[in-house]
């Protein structure tokens, strides 16, 4: 198994993540390869919380531009995650409501 610490890899902090939280939802990036069972024992393991439920999505990676060349931005994986009934939140979120 891997460390929890490598599956996520940042919270994602918008104004629809911060409304979600009112619900007990919380939004992070993560890694790639890893698979919605991976993620919730790594936010229980991390944070210390009972998830009820994990919903990923593949996000692709925006198309910049400077001057004639074009890239792309990598893409990756996002992961929001609603916690258990009961549960307490995550710290890391409480001050920026």
Same mark, same amino acid.
């Given at each position: 198994m891997r460390i929890p610490h490598d599956i996520i890899?940042?919270?994602i902090i918008t104004e629809k993540s911060m409304e979600d939280m009112a619900e007990g939802k919380?939004?992070?990036m993560v890694?790639?390869?890893?698979? *919605?069972?991976? @993620? $919730?024992?790594a936010v229980e393991n991390?944070?210390?919380?009972?998830?009820?439920k994990v919903n990923t999505?593949?996000?692709?990676?925006?198309?910049?531009r400077q001057g004639m060349n074009?890239?792309?931005r990598p893409s990756w994986k *996002?992961?929001? @995650? $609603?916690?258990?009934?009961?549960?307490?939140?995550?710290e890391f979120f409480e001050g920026m409501e």
């Amino acid at each position: 198994m891997r460390i929890p610490h490598d599956i996520i890899i940042k919270p994602i902090i918008t104004e629809k993540s911060m409304e979600d939280m009112a619900e007990g939802k919380y939004t992070f990036m993560v890694d790639k390869r890893a698979n *919605k069972s991976e @993620i $919730k024992k790594a936010v229980e393991n991390i944070f210390d919380v009972k998830v009820d439920k994990v919903n990923t999505m593949n996000m692709l990676g925006k198309v910049k531009r400077q001057g004639m060349n074009s890239g792309r931005r990598p893409s990756w994986k *996002k992961a929001i @995650i $609603k916690l258990a009934e009961g549960s307490k939140g995550i710290e890391f979120f409480e001050g920026m409501e």
